[in-house]
């Protein structure tokens, strides 16, 4: 595990109070489905949306270990899980690919904005027809002078609905596989591009999200981010960033939420006893404790080893599927544990069982993840 450094341990013991602003009536905005954007002010006077951004874009310059490291301690400070990952989304949908992949002037023009927040990005990747099979998406790109014109529509699109700027995905040779995707800029005013209504969703309701249409949308070639066809690599890195920077705020909420369990099962008392003190109930919690540790072993050596240079295909999608899986037990858990309470939502416990479910599925399946491991081992 990596020793962090004082100076790492300042950083995320400075931001630590702004935590909790964050989260302030987190329940009332789940029951409304409302973004807070109060809470999104917050964010952007804090600093933490430019954590992983060069200094000179209004970013803190800080590497993927230590980005993470402050990440977690946003889950467990704040208790508003959809504007978790509304942040996360933002920052690494369209920051981290335009850091490391775009033009020195979309730099110029967008990640000063993304970084500082004033600017609120979304990436679009998935369609009706192809989630996790993204090679199967039928948006297309067809070059037309200096520019390009987009057609088609995507779905399940995190921040659409308040979005500034998203990362478009679109095939713009579709014969040539993961060679022809490409990734482009699209500002939320564009001529062409539809906005629908917010999706109703189970979990993570603070966190809008839209289905996006194309409807001879032309977007400029400057627009491109890296080069035509350089699409899926994009994505590739987009994919590693958002798995470990995303499960790294999870990470948090599963040490807030054993923590939480702890507490109560040492002062809820049954039967003239601490439930604590019945084995049903303390397994549960040792179950929480090993979910976490092992969570945080799997990230934190997957980033390790990605900031090496090092492959980690395996890694990441046994991370993604550790960690995932943990959060949604021990949220499981804790509703057994604060029992009756558990299940009220006034105590917002059933709120992270809703949000938990969430984390098995986006950035690719529980089911994808295991598909992907057993490919490595040559199955």
Not at 12 to 35: I, M, N, T, V, Y
Not at 125 to 153: F, H, K, Q, W
Request: some cysteine.
């Amino acid at each position: 595990m990596i020793d962090w450094s004082a100076d790492q341990r300042d950083l995320r013991d400075g931001l630590a109070p702004w935590f909790e602003k964050f989260g302030a009536d987190h329940l009332r905005h789940d029951k409304a489905a409302s973004f807070p954007e109060e809470a999104w002010q917050a964010v952007s006077e804090s600093g933490l949306l430019g954590l992983p951004f060069d200094e000179q874009y209004g970013g803190l310059g800080q590497d993927l270990p230590t980005t993470m490291y402050v990440l977690e301690g946003l889950g467990h400070g704040c208790r508003n899980g959809g504007l978790n990952f509304s942040v996360t989304t933002s920052m690494v949908g369209v920051g981290a690919p335009l850091h490391r992949f775009g033009s020195p002037e979309l730099k110029e023009r967008y990640l000063p904005g993304i970084a500082t927040g004033t600017l609120i990005g979304a990436h679009a990747i998935s369609e009706p027809d192809a989630g996790s099979d993204a090679l199967a998406m039928r948006t297309t790109a067809v070059p037309d002078g200096d520019a390009y014109v987009l057609n088609g529509s995507k779905t399940f699109v995190s921040n659409g609905p308040i979005a500034d700027v998203i990362a478009v995905y679109a095939k713009t040779d579709p014969s040539a596989g993961p060679l022809g995707v490409t990734t482009f800029l699209v500002d939320r005013d564009t001529p062409g591009l539809g906005v629908g209504r917010p999706v109703e969703k189970m979990g993570l309701k603070s966190s809008p999200m839209t289905e996006l249409f194309f409807d001879d949308c032309r977007i400029p070639r400057s627009q491109v981010v890296g080069r035509a066809g350089t699409g899926f690599l994009i994505l590739d890195h987009v994919m590693k960033w958002e798995i470990l920077l995303s499960f790294a705020v999870t990470l948090g909420e599963m040490q807030r939420r054993l923590e939480d369990c702890l507490a109560y099962a040492k002062q809820r008392s049954a039967f003239g006893k601490p439930i604590g003190s019945f084995q049903a109930v303390a397994n549960r919690i040792v179950e929480m404790r090993i979910g976490v540790d092992t969570s945080r072993k799997w990230l934190y050596d997957t980033a390790e080893k990605l900031t090496a240079g090092q492959n980690i295909t395996v890694d990441l999608a046994a991370a993604k599927l550790v960690v995932s899986e943990a959060s949604l037990a021990s949220a499981l858990h804790a509703v057994q544990i604060f029992g009756g309470n558990g299940y009220m939502s006034e105590y917002g416990i059933e709120q992270e069982l809703r949000n938990a479910v969430a984390g098995t599925i986006y950035s690719g399946t529980s089911e994808v993840q295991r598909v992907r491991i057993a490919t490595m081992l040559g199955l």
